[in-house]
Every structure is written in C-alpha cells, then in structure tokens.
C-alpha cells in the first residue's frame, strides 16, 4: 500500500511540474546529497557554489557527498548570489552552482544560466522554500539541470519530513534511479516520532500559541544546525500518504502568504513611511535603519515563505524580536551565521570573509506569512516596527 501511494504521489509531482523524472527521499538535505553524488559520477569536478547565506543542510549536503564547499557572497537586496563575484568564483574545478529562492524569492535564473552554460556547469536549483512558485512563468526547481524541493516542517506543504527532486534530464535521472533504487524505507517508529511532532504543531502554530512548542526542546523549533551526517532514505508510504490533496493545499496555501506578504509590506511602507521604493534596491524606513527589499514583491510570482526585513541596526533587531517573542508573534532571524562561520567547516574557507552574508545574518528579522495570521496578529507585527 505504501509503495502504490509513493508512486501516485510521483505521478502527480511529475504532472504538476512537467518533469520526466521526480524522485521522494526523507529529507530535503538527502535530496541535495543524492543530486550531488549522481553528479559526482557524471564529472571530475570537485567544487560546489553557493551562496555565503543560505541554510546550513546545504554545505551539510555537499560534504556528505565528498565535495568541497565554494562560497560567492550575496546581494543583500534580493537574497540572492551577486553575479559579479560569481564569475570571479567560477574555475576550473566547479562541478556546480546552487542559487537557492531563499523566503521563497526566485533567484536571477536567466542570469545563472547566462553564466554557468557555457562552462559546463550544473545549475542545481535549491526550490526548498519555493515549491509552487514561478520564474518567468516557469515553476521554481525546473529551471535548472536538476532541483529540489523539502516537506519538512514550516515549508510550503509538509509531512514533517521529507524532500523531493525533480529534473528533465534524462541523464541525471536515469543515474539518480540507479542509487535511489538501493535506498531502504524510513521505519515505523521514526515515522510516528514525526507524525506526534505534526500534530504537536498543528495544534499550536498560531502566534498567540507559539510558546508552547517553542519550549519543547525535541521539537528544536528555531535551531539551525550543521548536520555532520544524516540518514538518507526513501519517504515512507505513511509520509506519501500525508501528501494526499497536496495540489489543492499548496496552492491555496501559497495564495494566502502572498497575500499576508503583500499586506505586512504595504503596512509596514504606510507605517514608517517607506520612501524611494525602487525594484532593485533596500529603501530606508524614515531614517530608523530598517528596509524592504521591494523587488520580491513586485512581480507576484515567488511564494513568500516569510517576509524579510532587514535591520540595519543590531541593537534594533534584537528589540524588535524580543518584542515579538513576548507578545508570541513568531518572529525569528533566520540563519544565525555566514557559512564561512559554522564552527564545524570555518578553518575551510581560510579566514575569507562575506561582509554582505555576515550583514545579512546579524540584521535580519523574517515575519511570518502562514494561513493562522489574523488581521489583528498582522496590525501587532506592523506596529512592534514602531515600538522597536
């Protein structure tokens, strides 16, 4: 029963997203891991790029797959690679390149495609945050050679763990097939571990509740952790299972947070008074130290997983969530570190530097956008801006 859900499940995400080849494991760091083991074997490139700022499973990823961390700084008013410093990162020995839709803001695709083509290199898309959302009217984690998508918890659709790839080629796929085929299935118990941790936020993700998962440390909400090693395995049938109508959910879900996005944005513009806004760079919020980079919200097609503000001063930033914690608004900052700065993988990048990843880790602040938000839980977050 297991095996014919998984594979239902399969036929609807190779519908939806018009690919030949779709593949479920039990995480979105196991997904990023088979990808980058498959196109090992394909090349004798060793280097993987991605962003300085991204999530830590990413290098968690790439070092479970025998590879070597690459990192290109970001532009800190789109969350995405700046592509001037990714032509200079770019040699010999890179294998591929991750832009990753980070709040689920689609990257520069045509201008990775621009650059990586005529190298030879894989564009291996990180849609873990975007699963739904467009670029140019094609849907995220197609674009690329190959791209990934995560179904763990907070994402854009969830059955508590899990992640998805996805890709057109037959030559990844058909390679992808050949080691997923070796894969066993998550167990019994580690499913019902995951389906009690479901509930457990199911029942209490509305901000006014949020405390109470949050003091449950085996729930590690708001933890970001650099995983040495991990398990990687076939979603289960149970999980497959959970992602029954997960068509009808993730688009009305995506519909409501672009919806909570774009009303948080025109609040907090209103409220502070927002001027200059520009489609390509951060604006000042009457002189507080805060900006919006508008550009995410002009085009309507990302998925707004949260809604990022950037503080440009620490002090403020921290007010502001120690403010939202009291008054359980679900505020959090993110990612804690640049990648260069995780303890485990720092003495690998020889003391360079990312000043844009390591502004972006100390200044930002991300508002939920998630279906539980009222209007009233929506006028407190616009107005704790004020109070900060």
């Known amino acids: ?8 499940i399969e036929e609807e995400i190779r519908k939806y997203f018009g690919v030949k080849h779709v593949f479920l494991v039990s ?14 074997s394909l090349s004798h490139k060793k280097e993987v790029i991605i962003p300085a700022y ?41 294998l591929c390149v991750i832009p990753n839709h980070l709040f689920g803001i689609p990257s ?42 995560s179904l763990g918890r907070g994402k854009n659709i969830t059955c508590g763990s899990g992640g998805i790839i996805v890709t057109n080629s037959d030559k ?27 509930l457990l936020l199911a029942i209490f ?17 708001g933890q970001t952790t650099f995983y040495k090693d991990f398990p990687m395995k076939k979603l289960s049938g149970m999980k497959a299972g959970l992602l029954h109508g997960w068509q009808e959910r993730l688009e009305k879900a995506n519909q409501i947070r672009k919806e909570n996005a774009k009303y948080l944005y025109k609040r907090l513009r209103s409220r502070l008074r927002l001027s200059n806004g520009n489609a390509q760079s951060p604006s000042p ?42 008054k ?16 485990e993988i720092k003495n690998q990048f020889n003391g360079r530097t990312f000043p844009s990843a390591k502004k972006v880790s100390e200044r930002l602040l991300t508002i939920p956008t998630h279906h539980l938000l009222s209007e009233r839980d929506k006028e407190r977050i616009s107005s704790l801006f004020l109070e900060g």
């Not at 058909?174 to 167990?187: F, H, T, V």
């Not at 097609?301 to 403010?323: M, Q, S, T």
Request: glycine content about 8%.
């Open 108 to 149: 520069d695709m045509e201008r990775i495609k621009e650059i990586c083509r005529s190298k030879d290199i894989f564009i291996v898309e990180d849609a873990a945050q975007a699963m739904g959302g467009h670029y140019n009217g094609k849907k995220l984690g197609t674009l690329g050679d190959v791209g990934f998508f």
């Open 205 to 221: 993700i509305h901000p006014a509740l949020y405390w109470f998962p949050a003091g449950l440390p085996f729930l590690k909400l």
């Open 328 to 343: 359980g608004l679900g505020m959090s900052f993110m990612y804690p570190a640049p990648i260069n700065e995780i303890e």
């Open 54 to 94: 991204t999530c830590f499973s990413v290098p968690s990823a790439i070092l479970k797959a025998g590879l070597k961390v690459s990192l290109c700084d970001i532009n800190p008013s789109a969350f995405d690679l700046d592509y001037n410093l990714l032509k200079k990162t770019i040699n010999k020995d890179t």
């Open 172 to 198: 990844i796929g058909n390679a992808i097939a050949r080691k997923y085929d070796k894969l066993e299935y998550q167990s019994v118990a580690e499913d019902v571990k995951e389906l009690l941790q479901i």
């Open 27 to 40: 995480s979105g760091k196991a997904a990023l891991a088979m990808i980058l083991l498959v196109l090992k």
């Open 1 to 8: 029963m297991g095996y014919k859900y998984s594979k239902n």
């Open 285 to 326: 919020l009457a002189g507080e130290g805060r900006s919006l980079p508008p550009r995410y919200l002009s085009g309507g097609e990302g998925v707004y997983l949260r809604l990022p503000v950037l503080i440009n001063n620490r002090e403020i930033r921290d007010k502001i969530f120690a403010l939202s914690n009291k």
